[in-house]
């Protein structure tokens, strides 16, 4: 499901692709592709964003950030000038290197993250130029294989979607990487204008909503919770007596084992009964990319324990009866 938006989210997860103009080359020798690295390691330093995967191919590159502060399109324009005022001085050319503005869609980190990092890394696969991910030298799959350092590539909040021990999910990581290789194109991860928003209806209308559009209507199903009908005493009040952890505790600093739990438990099912990142953010009092970084790593556990995952299912059954 997509739908398109002009803003963009603080928080939010993007997966940009920039090609060359009238898709020529842009990359002539590996100094060009250390070069783009090296201005991109440069743009991460001065303009902070999280850095999930990256792939440079001949003629155009994929990137799958998460964004702080700094806007998507700011950083891009800084790289893009930056990259094409270097090529155009070494190949002593004029005109535009790259094709217009660079495409930035805005996807579900919960639905999306493991899968787009593994669309992106199998792209030299894909285009037959390697027959393994980690023989393309101009990627970041290596770095989560511990090939390479991690360097710029925020590998943990990927890696930990697949075990708790870095050496066991960098291999869970690289058999499920070695399973999409037959998968192919996705229409999906690459046919969409800037602003298109990729993910459930619930996502797209609290996030439609949180950047103060006006929200779409969902039809068809009894138990969707919009984003405006989204109950946070009621959630917080279901918390508390399910995890027995009181407000003052999860809303708090407190690290213990209950008031983690009580904290995730929170995020998870606010995010899923349409409640927008700032407003869970608030609650709890921290931003919104530790908040993503923690649903993951709940999502994982509800996952792989079936007590997380009864704990989660009885606080969601209770909240929805309560709004009925």
Request: aromatic fraction near 8%; proline fraction near 3%.
């Given at each position: ?9 603080e ?32 743009q ?29 399109g ?15 001085r070494?190949y ?8 217009g ?27 037959r ?18 090939m ?18 870095k050496?066991i ?14 998968q ?20 797209i209308d609290?996030?439609?909503h ?5 929200k ?11 984003a ?47 409640a ?22 709940v ?18 059954k209770?909240?929805?009866s309560?709004?009925?």
């Amino acid at each position: 499901m997509a739908r398109k938006t002009r803003a963009e989210v603080e928080g939010g997860l993007y997966h940009v692709i920039t090609r060359g103009n009238n898709r020529r080359q842009i990359f002539n020798s590996p100094a060009d592709y250390e070069k783009f690295l090296s201005l991109l390691a440069i743009q991460k330093i001065k303009l902070p964003f999280f850095l999930y995967a990256y792939c440079l191919m001949s003629n155009h590159v994929h990137l799958l950030i998460e964004r702080q502060a700094s806007a998507v399109g700011r950083i891009m324009h800084r790289l893009s000038t930056g990259y094409a005022q270097y090529y155009n001085r070494r190949y002593r050319r004029v005109g535009h290197l790259l094709q217009g503005r660079h495409k930035a869609i805005l996807c579900q980190s919960d639905r999306y993250l493991s899968e787009l990092v593994r669309y992106i890394h199998l792209n030299p696969v894909r285009a037959r130029i390697v027959n393994k991910p980690e023989d393309y030298e101009y990627s970041s799959h290596r770095a989560y294989l511990a090939m390479e350092p991690p360097g710029m590539v925020d590998v943990d909040p990927v890696l930990r979607h697949f075990g708790a021990k870095k050496g066991i999910a960098s291999e869970r990581y690289r058999q499920f990487v070695a399973a999409g290789i037959k998968q192919g194109h996705c229409e999906e991860f690459y046919a969409a204008d800037e602003g298109r928003i990729l993910g459930t209806e619930e996502f797209i209308d609290a996030t439609i909503h949180r950047i103060g559009e006006p929200k779409r209507e969902v039809r068809g199903s009894k138990n969707a919770t919009t984003a405006s009908e989204f109950r946070p005493d009621r959630l917080i009040a279901e918390v508390e007596k399910i995890c027995r952890v009181s407000r003052e505790e999860f809303c708090g600093r407190s690290k213990s084992a209950a008031v983690v739990t009580a904290k995730e438990m929170l995020i998870l099912i606010g995010l899923q009964v349409g409640a927008s990142r700032r407003v869970l953010s608030e609650i709890i009092g921290i931003s919104s990319s530790a908040l993503s970084r923690r649903c993951d790593a709940v999502r994982l556990r509800v996952q792989e324990n079936v007590e997380t995952r009864a704990l989660a299912a009885d606080i969601i059954k209770q909240y929805r009866s309560g709004n009925d």
